[in-house]
C-alpha cells in the first residue's frame, strides 16, 4: 500500500493509526499542505486524489479517499483487531462519534476553512472546536469506558485523537471536557497512536519532531 499523507493532517493521522493497529506495513509519500502553495493541488496528485485532500491510500489496486471509507475498507479486509464492536448499539455509537468528529468539528476548522477567515482564523477554529466539544463530552459521559465507547479502542478513537491535538494547536482550554482528556490520555500511551504521531513523521519538520 501506499499512503499520501501530510504529517499534521488529522485525516491522514486517523489512518496511520488505523494501519498501525492492524499491523499493516505500507509506504508513505508526503504531501505537504502548504509548500509550493499546496502539493496536494498539483496535476500529479489531483490524478491521485480529484478532490485534492489527504490521505489517499492506493491499496489492492484501487485507490481510496476520505479516511472513513478508507478505515472502513480496512477493517473489512483485516478485521483485527476490529476497530467497530460486534454489538450493533455500541457500532452505531463509534459511528455516531466519528461522524461527529469528522463532519461536524474538523472540517469547519482544516486549512482550507481558515484560509477564508484571515485574521479570524484562531478564533473562529477555537469556536468550532469548542461548540463540538460541549456536545461530545456530554456523549462521551454515555458511552465511554477507558476509551470512547466502552474498553475496546474503536474507529471513534482514531478520530478523538487527532482532533484533540488540534484543539491543543489552536489553544482551546480543555479544562471543562475531562472525558475527552482522560480517553485521549489513555489512548496516547498505546504503540499504534505514538508511532502515527505528527511528531513521528518522515515529514516532520526538525523543529516538531519528538
Not at 496536494?40 to 472513513?68: H, R, Y
Not at 494547536?169 to 502515527?196: H, Q
Amino acid at each position: 500500500p501506499i499512503l499520501y499523507s501530510y504529517f499534521r493532517s488529522s485525516c491522514s493521522w486517523r489512518v496511520r493509526i488505523a494501519l498501525a493497529l492492524k499491523g499493516i506495513s505500507y509506504d508513505l509519500v508526503p504531501v505537504n499542505l502548504i509548500k509550493d502553495g499546496g502539493q496536494q493541488f498539483s496535476a500529479e496528485f489531483k490524478a491521485v486524489n480529484p478532490m485534492q485532500q489527504v490521505p489517499a491510500l492506493k491499496i489492492d489496486g484501487i485507490t481510496l479517499s476520505q479516511s472513513l471509507a478508507i478505515i472502513n475498507y480496512l477493517e473489512e479486509t483485516h478485521p483485527h483487531p476490529r476497530l467497530l464492536p460486534q454489538d450493533p448499539k455500541k457500532r452505531a455509537q463509534v459511528r455516531m462519534i466519528a461522524d461527529h468528529i469528522v463532519s461536524g468539528i474538523q472540517p469547519l476548522q482544516n486549512l482550507s476553512v481558515l484560509k477564508q477567515m484571515g485574521e479570524k482564523k484562531m478564533e473562529w477554529a477555537q469556536n468550532c472546536i469548542t461548540s463540538g466539544f460541549q456536545a461530545l463530552e456530554q456523549i462521551l459521559q454515555h458511552t465511554a469506558g477507558r476509551y470512547c465507547v466502552g474498553d475496546e479502542i474503536s474507529m471513534a478513537d482514531l478520530c478523538l485523537v487527532p482532533q484533540v491535538a488540534n484543539a491543543e494547536r489552536f489553544k482551546v482550554d480543555m479544562g471543562p471536557y475531562p472525558t475527552i482528556t482522560r480517553i485521549n490520555k489513555a489512548l496516547l500511551e498505546l504503540e499504534a497512536f505514538k508511532i502515527s504521531h505528527p511528531s513521528r513523521q518522515p515529514d516532520t519538520p526538525a523543529e516538531l519532531r519528538a
